[in-house]
């Protein structure tokens, strides 16, 4: 099993940033592709990005494409994810999942999910 633990949440204006950070443990091995997702109150949960394990990523959601940037440290089995020019529409519970296989926009595609970690923002 993979263990995920996210963290880096909290409350920001708008306009402001904020980085995620996603740690990977237990059988970490099959953690090829990890991607963050978000779910906003009232909606349903939505791909963020997701990247494997050389780095190569998918296409950024649309409504973060430019503003959002994934990263990942495999010496350190965590992904990160820099949230710049935050907006209210962010506000969601952000949470981390891995997959053993290529890195997707679908949520059935990831074997492991974390707890999630709230992100606010204020206007």
């Known amino acids: 099993q993979v263990q995920l633990v996210e963290s880096g949440g909290g409350l920001v204006q708008a306009g402001g940033s904020l980085r995620l950070s996603c740690v990977a443990s237990g059988r970490t091995s099959s953690a090829y592709a990890m991607a963050w997702f978000r779910q906003a109150p009232g909606k349903e949960r939505e791909f963020v990005v997701a990247?494997?394990?050389?780095?190569?990523?998918?296409p950024y959601a649309e409504a973060v494409k430019g503003r959002f940037t994934i990263s990942r440290d495999n010496a350190k089995n965590t992904v990160y994810l820099q949230m710049n020019n935050l907006k209210p529409e962010d506000t969601a519970v952000y949470y981390c999942?891995?997959?053993?296989?290529?890195?997707?926009?679908?949520?059935?595609?990831?074997?492991?999910w974390g707890q999630g970690t709230r992100v606010t923002v204020s206007s």
């Open positions: 990247v494997t394990r050389s780095g190569v990523h998918t």
């Open positions: 999942a891995t997959s053993p296989g290529p890195a997707r926009g679908s949520a059935l595609e990831y074997e492991y």
